[in-house]
């Protein structure tokens, strides 16, 4: 297994926000965590990344336990961080941000640097724009190229979906399949339940704090307690994210992926 979450749980300050969530990923393979604003999606994300701490339970990744470790030894690790909304860096350019991808690591980038261009042609378009001035799709695109930069074993993707076009959200999901299929595992949250399921290879739900199902995906979207409460009649258009999803980066002044 190369990442294994032991029931884990994280405060912010006296909330309980995750109640003994565990979750397994297995080398090669997309898993999602769906569930409603709040359920602690975004929250296991930046617990797994390093950016906020746990108050107990274990996290074992490649083998090596980095429950205490801090969250740039992790980027080197080998887990990647494409963080919920944009997180470019708004002054530089395109090319410049992908280069920060790549902080921890040294040598040629080309390769990478190709491949990225390769995956969205959109950033190759627009090497020298300031990211700032790319679009929300754009952002995202730039954020996931970054991630993959650092050459991840495991690529961690907050809400990649999040307020796009449907024919982006159809591009953004085709390309993180291509990535896995080039040999990237994937850790997918997603609040559009419908594609997430449909990419992945399992699932876990998760309502407030703590995981409520975990099966093979497929499985889940036929799951009619699912389909009821996740995939509401098939509308899997993205939703509003509440006054959540402002707060979500106050913490994270800095983020390292
Ligand atoms: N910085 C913070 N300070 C205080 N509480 C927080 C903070 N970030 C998250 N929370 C709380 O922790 C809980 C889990 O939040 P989290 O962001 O992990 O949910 P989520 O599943 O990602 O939701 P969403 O789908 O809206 O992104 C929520 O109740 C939220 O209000
Ligand atoms: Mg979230």
Avoid: C
């Avoid at 790549?102 to 959109?122: H, K, Q, V």
Wanted: aromatic share 4%; glycine share 12%.
């Amino acid at each position: 297994m190369l990442l294994e979450v032991s029931n884990i749980h994280v405060h912010y300050g006296k909330i309980e926000a995750l109640k003994g969530i565990s979750v397994e990923v297995n080398e090669g393979e997309i898993v999602t965590l769906i569930g409603a604003n709040g359920a602690g999606k975004t929250t296991t994300l930046k617990t797994i990344s390093g950016l906020r701490g746990l108050t107990s339970g274990r996290i074992i990744f490649d083998g090596r336990d980095i429950s205490r470790m801090p969250g740039h030894l992790r980027v080197i690790a080998g887990l990647g961080q494409a963080p919920e909304g944009r997180g470019v860096f708004p002054g530089m350019t395109v090319h410049d941000n992908l280069l920060m991808g790549a902080y921890t690591r040294s040598g040629d980038f080309t390769a990478e640097l190709n491949e990225a261009y390769e995956l969205f042609p959109r950033l190759a378009e627009r090497r020298n724009q300031a990211a700032g001035t790319m679009s929300g799709g754009e952002q995202q695109m730039l954020a996931i190229g970054r991630a993959l930069m650092a050459k991840p074993k495991v690529l961690l993707l907050d809400e990649p979906s999040m307020g796009l076009a449907p024919l982006l959200v159809q591009q953004i999901f085709s390309i993180i399949e291509e990535i896995n299929r080039r040999g990237t595992t994937v850790l997918l949250v997603e609040q559009n339940a419908q594609q997430a399921l449909k990419l992945a290879h399992r699932a876990y739900v998760l309502e407030t704090g703590k995981v409520v199902k975990s099966a093979p995906a497929d499985e889940l979207l036929n799951d009619p307690d699912v389909r009821a409460a996740y995939l509401g009649g098939g509308h899997d258009a993205p939703q509003d994210k509440g006054p959540d999803a402002a707060q979500d980066t106050s913490d994270t002044p800095n983020p390292k992926a």
